[in-house]
Antibody
Framework: EVQVVESGGALVQPGGSLRLSCAASGFTFSLYWMNWVRQAPGKGLEWVANIKQDGSEKYYVDSVKGRFTISRDNAKNSLYLQMNDLRAEDTALYYC?????????WGQGTLVTVSA | DIQMTQSPSSLSASVGDRVTITCRASQSIRYYLNWYQQKPGKAPKFLISDASSLQSGVPSRFSGSESGTDFTLTISSLQPEDFATYYCQQSYSTPYTFGQGTKLEIK
């Protein structure tokens, strides 16, 4: 059974930093691109970033470039998102997601709230 | 970036109705279009890949099609469990943008 579990969300002040983690099991993690997708309260889905199987390619949505860094540890079946210089507009539920052809594996998300 | 425009943004329908949701890409994305269903408080569920490939376990009343840069999700006969929000997403080029969503409500 596929399991994806995000952690690390918290209340943080504007300008602060946070590191999200995602632990995956039930599929061969090292063979999949991994993604972060976020959803602001009451809003739609926004793709944030993804990383190739071996970590050699990483892509980001413009609004987080230079502030967020995606990484992975295939030995630990884990995905990470380092978030720096957080802004109010980064407040959202952050999902870790993956799959073939689309995003078929999702966690339940971890909530990041940026507020003073 | 490729913009994905969904219509309508909301839709009221009855059980048994045939429903169509449209997603338009701002440029060619070939067939790299996915559909998801999301219910309140839950993660999205992957329904269709590559514009028309139904994912395993998804009921056959769901179908997808494409015509150029226009993509359609059709539910042939609405069931009570289908009332949810639906999103399209292009996976042609990063950032893999989503449509704004279509909320399907019970009439």
């Amino acid at each position: 059974e596929v399991q994806v579990v995000e952690s690390g969300g918290a209340l943080v002040q504007p300008g602060g930093s946070l590191r999200l983690s995602c632990a995956a099991s039930g599929f061969t993690f090292s063979l999949y691109w991994m993604n972060w997708v976020r959803q602001a309260p009451g809003k739609g889905l926004e793709w944030v970033a993804n990383i190739k199987q071996d970590g050699s390619e990483k892509y980001y949505v413009d609004s987080v470039k230079g502030r967020f860094t995606i990484s992975r540890d295939n030995a630990k079946n884990s995905l990470y998102l380092q978030m720096n210089d957080l802004r109010a507009e980064d407040t959202a539920l952050y999902y870790c997601a993956s799959g073939l052809g689309g995003l078929g594996y999702w966690g339940q998300g971890t909530l990041v709230t940026v507020s003073a | 970036d490729i913009q994905m425009t969904q219509s309508p943004s909301s839709l009221s329908a009855s059980v048994g109705d045939r429903v169509t949701i449209t997603c338009r890409a701002s440029q060619s994305i070939r067939y790299y279009l996915n559909w998801y269903q999301q219910k309140p408080g839950k993660a999205p569920k992957f329904l269709i890949s590559d514009a028309s490939s139904l994912q395993s376990g998804v009921p056959s009343r769901f179908s997808g099609s494409e015509s150029g840069t226009d993509f359609t999700l059709t539910i042939s006969s609405l069931q009570p469990e289908d009332f949810a929000t639906y999103y399209c997403q292009q996976s042609y080029s990063t950032p893999y943008t989503f449509g704004q969503g279509t909320k399907l409500e019970i009439k």
